[in-house]
């Protein structure tokens, strides 16, 4: 009878000693989630970026859309960037923050013309 305690109690003292492991590796796992998305998102904000500048440089560019394509991308931009050094730091990044990037890149998209 004693023998059979002492697995139940070693069986749950290791899944106390395990359950913050498994934890932490979901943790782990959202974080390099996230700085994958925010990568991701760096490259699809220069490509979108290329284009809007492209856009600003052709002739026929309404100067009513650059107008309002300037301050969309400085704003994506801006979230970007903040994203991107805490990446490269290793510090963590809140999901609503790289949603809020993504958002704004979305909106500086919707602005340019569809040719």
Do not use: W
């Amino acid at each position: 009878m004693k023998l059979c305690f002492l697995r139940h109690k070693a069986a749950a003292l290791m899944a106390a000693l395990l359950l913050p492991l498994a934890l932490a590796a979901c943790g782990a796992n959202q974080t390099v989630q996230r700085q994958q998305s925010v990568y991701g998102l760096s490259l699809s904000f220069a490509a979108a970026a290329q284009l809007a500048a492209d856009y600003e440089k052709n002739p026929a560019a309404d100067p009513a859309v650059v107008a309002k394509l300037k301050p969309a991308f400085q704003k994506a931009h801006d979230q970007i960037k903040l994203l991107d050094e805490a990446a490269r730091k290793g510090d963590p990044l809140a999901e609503a923050a790289v949603e809020a990037a993504q958002d704004a890149l979305d909106a500086a998209r919707t602005l340019m013309p569809v040719s």
